[in-house]
């Protein structure tokens, strides 16, 4: 026999309660601690309002190699049409630069139009550059809004009455 090249199967599916372990596996590498009450929370509020929430996987020969979360916003800000925000993405670190991610979110996109999203936000720190670079490769632009931050810990300064 030659050298003949394994056959890697992939596909795109919603994700399903049996895979919460390795979602939280996955995203430990990326974050660097176990996210475990974010995913069960996110889930359990996906189970109670599935409208709401996308929630895909990409399988690798049959095993999962990575997750993408989303959370549909209807109205809110005043907006007229609906958007998703993407709040967790991964994929397994040995099965990074080989298109699953790519994979990954086309599935995501597809579920979201089919809910009648028309478009996906998501936040990413300013030096985490393979986010961002991965973000750029999928098609995501700069959102023309500021994100602004103030500690809720330090009261506001004191004014004077009639301010």
């Not at 974050?31 to 309002?49: I, N, T, V, Y």
């Not at 809910?115 to 393979?130: E, I, K, L, R, Y």
Request: neutral net charge; proline residues 4%; charged residues 25%.
């Amino acid at each position: 026999m030659g050298n003949a090249a394994l056959k890697i199967e992939t596909g795109v599916r919603r994700l399903r309660p049996a895979d919460l372990e390795q979602v939280i596996a996955i995203d430990s590498h990326h974050f660097g601690e176990p996210r475990r009450a974010f995913f069960e929370k996110r889930l359990a509020q996906a189970r109670k309002h599935p409208e709401d929430y996308v929630q895909v996987g990409v399988d690798r020969n049959g095993v999962l190699a990575g997750f993408a979360f989303a959370r549909i916003l209807r109205g809110e800000y005043g907006r007229d049409r609906a958007i998703a925000t993407l709040d967790a993405v991964g994929v397994m670190v040995s099965s990074r630069e080989q298109g699953l991610g790519h994979a990954l979110m086309d599935g995501l996109a597809g579920e979201l139009r089919e809910a009648g999203v028309q478009s996906v936000q998501s936040q990413a720190g300013w030096t985490n550059h393979a986010l961002l670079r991965f973000f750029d490769a999928c098609g995501f632009n700069l959102a023309p809004r500021l994100v602004l931050e103030r500690s809720a810990l330090t009261p506001l300064p004191e004014t004077a009455v009639g301010d």
